[in-house]
């Protein structure tokens, strides 16, 4: 992974990050966060794949009031990286990086829930 793909997966990781508590653009969503972390590393197919697979999940949550629901920001982020890293070493395949990253999603989502 070159420098300028690194700093661009920060700056969508920024985005989703501050869009989970903002709640305004929508970068927060699974689909917008693993597409866009897909679109920058050129695994824009599998980055698709993931946030949909992510989304489906996520379907129900929803910031309400002042509760604010666990960061599925966070957790997608890191999936999809997962996925990226796993992807560009050469030994994995597509089926068992994204099904990787959606169990590490789940472990980070479901367990940081109070």
């Not at 920024?14 to 597409?35: N, Y």
């Not at 972390?37 to 999940?57: D, K, P, R």
């Not at 997962?82 to 994995?92: C, F, K, P, Q, R």
């Amino acid at each position: 992974m070159s420098i300028i793909t690194i700093v661009l997966i920060i700056i969508v990781a920024l985005l989703a990050g501050m869009e989970g508590i903002l709640d305004e653009f929508q970068f927060h969503q699974p689909l917008v966060a693993c597409t866009l972390i897909g679109v920058v590393s050129g695994h824009a197919t599998e980055g698709i794949i993931l946030g949909g697979s992510l989304q489906m999940i996520a379907l129900g949550w929803a910031n309400v009031g002042a509760a604010v629901a666990p960061d599925a920001a966070l957790a997608s982020v890191a999936s999809a990286i997962i996925m990226v890293l796993g992807l560009e070493g050469g030994s994995t395949d597509v089926q068992t990086a994204i099904s990787t990253s959606i169990l590490y999603w789940c472990c980070c989502y479901f367990l940081a829930r109070p």
